[in-house]
């Protein structure tokens, strides 16, 4: 026992965890309060204080940062969305994630892989017909592809989907289409934003939202009050809880989306492989893991149990486009929380509670939205303008029917 | 995360054979601008016990309210098979079903 001890500590160096964070006390004010320690809350938090000079910000995650939607999300960043405003968005969100290893100084193995969504049916044709169209209108690089075309840029996709009756008819084919480590987006951000003052507070669960005469005040934490001149909320799939204790309703519902992994193996697949029909998305991991996800459940649920049903269903599916991964083991599957809006597009900016502001709605496709609606959030707390960008997502569009109805974009991942 | 919803009709289903209405709200012809903006689009959206609609479309093709525990989708029980449901007769209207 002894000699194992000893054996240990001669390994220390090798095995020393890396540590990303610097545990403190929360302070009793804060110029900027985010709630939620996930991609949106720290990017905000970070932007704040690298672009506006506002270091005074306090982060708080009830559980670790990254415990919930991203760090269960499937990693896929693109912008072949089919609304200009919602192209417009993850264009520059997509921009921003391209360099944002130099600019945290975090390596993000961030890999351009190309992606494919593709169609089995007219209709779904038609729809990648369209958005291809739309995409190139706005300097997107979204492509019409045929299926010899498909077959050629991955011949691992079976044309005849398991030869079931529902062929590959075509798609369309995003190159700029990528996947980038979701934990490493949220570590770089959280330890950037610390190394420029912010601090991040994990295992501090916000109890409640001080409201008075209409306007947000602070928290309450289980160690007390803590003041705020702003209160952002970024907590995803607890949306609505957490805008509950201020006194906000949203339009949002929570629903649970699943996904799985196989084992790793080597690299077979350099595409992301989508079927906006057979709703299913299929990348491999830097890691070599075939991951593997589908749509959201159509029920609301807080729940993050992962059913069987799914992993049957999925997993066939997923050797109808990709026969090779018959023979690939499943290692594990999990579950998690989304805040859907009734037009599938994000809501969030100012709210009737002066100084509560929301980042919401984000639904199945928030983690490619980080950098973008961080850089927008902070300016929107620094500046009290609403930036442009985010400027159609407003939390009160569905009071004068300004909806931006993007569920095609949302089907998959 | 799959459960069993007991059809007051059928028995008890897989809820793969509902569609989900959303939580029970009511509207009425004369309601106010607000009252129309909230009914249609706000939500609760609780994590604990919610009163909701789900349709048994493959079975006997009847809305019913049940009342299901979100955290655990422990279904607590059936609320009412009735049409109206509200004491003062007003309608409960469904989220787009079979979105």
């Known amino acids: ?11 220390s160096g090798l095995l020393r965890r890396r540590v990303y964070l610097r545990a403190s006390e929360p302070r009793s004010q804060y110029d900027v309060i985010v709630i939620g320690g996930g991609g949106h809350g720290l990017a905000t938090a970070y932007y704040l204080a690298q672009q506006h000079g506002i270091r005074s910000v306090g982060v708080f995650e009830k559980d670790y940062i990254g415990a919930g939607g991203t760090g269960r999300n499937t990693t896929v960043l693109r912008a072949n969305y089919k609304m200009p405003e919602s192209v417009e968005f993850f264009k520059a969100s997509f921009g921003l994630y391209s360099t944002l290893s130099q600019e945290l100084d975090y390596n993000l193995l961030f890999s351009r892989r190309g992606l494919f969504w593709l169609a089995h049916s007219e209709g779904a044709l038609r729809i990648q ?13 979204t492509i019409f592809v045929n299926p010899a075309e498909v077959k050629d840029l991955c011949p691992q996709i079976d044309l005849s989907a398991g030869g079931k009756g529902h062929p590959i008819l075509g798609g369309s084919y995003h190159a700029p289409g990528s996947v980038i480590r979701h934990d490493a987006v949220v570590w770089g951000y959280a330890a950037a934003a610390q190394r420029l003052g912010v601090s991040v507070h994990e295992g501090a669960e916000v109890m409640g939202i001080r409201v008075e005469n209409g306007r ?6 289980a160690r007390g009050f803590v003041s705020a001149g702003t209160v952002v909320c970024a907590v995803a799939g607890y949306s609505s809880k957490v805008a509950a204790l201020a006194g906000v309703r949203l339009p949002i519902t929570t629903h649970p989306l699943q996904a799985f992994v196989t084992e790793p193996y080597k690299p077979i697949l350099d595409r992301i492989v989508s079927s906006v029909d057979l709703l299913i998305y299929i990348s491999q991991t830097s890691r070599g893991e075939l991951l593997v996800g589908a749509e959201i459940e159509r029920y ?16 066939s ?3 109808d486009l990709l026969p090779f991964s018959a023979k690939l083991q499943i290692l594990r599957q999990w579950t998690g929380l989304c805040d859907m809006s009734p037009d599938y597009s994000p809501v969030i900016g100012l709210t009737e509670v002066e100084n509560f502001l929301v980042s919401s709605g984000w639904g199945t496709w928030g983690f490619k939205a980080i950098p973008a609606s961080g850089t927008a959030m902070a300016e929107l707390v620094a500046t009290g303008r609403v930036p442009r960008l985010i400027a159609p997502f407003r939390v009160d569009r569905f009071r004068d029917d300004r909806l931006i109805p993007d569920r095609s974009s949302a089907g998959t991942h | ?16 054979e509902f569609w989900f209405g959303g939580e029970l709200r009511s509207w009425r012809p004369d309601f106010s601008a607000q009252e129309d903006y909230e009914t249609t689009w706000l939500r609760a959206n609780v994590a604990g016990p919610q009163v909701e609609r789900w349709y048994h479309f493959a079975g006997c093709s009847r809305w019913f309210t049940v009342e299901r525990d979100t955290r655990s989708n422990t279904v607590l029980g059936l609320v009412s098979l009735a049409r109206t449901d509200a004491p003062d007769g007003t309608a409960p209207v469904e989220d787009d079903a079979a979105r």
Not at chain 1, 129 to 141: C, H, I, K
Not at chain 2, 1 to 16: E, K, N, T
């Open chain 1, 1 to 11: 026992l002894a000699g194992a001890r000893a054996g240990r500590q001669g390994m």
């Open chain 2, 1 to 16: 995360m799959g459960f069993i919803l007991d059809c007051p009709s059928c028995g008890p289903r897989s809820y793969h």
């Open chain 1, 317 to 319: 599916r997923c050797v």
């Open chain 1, 300 to 315: 609301s649920t807080y729940s993050t149990r992962s059913t069987f049903s799914f992993l049957a269903e999925c997993a």
């Open chain 1, 216 to 221: 947000c005040l602070g928290i309450e934490t």
């Open chain 1, 129 to 141: 017909r369209e958005r291809a169209m739309l995409n190139q209108a706005l300097g997107v690089d």
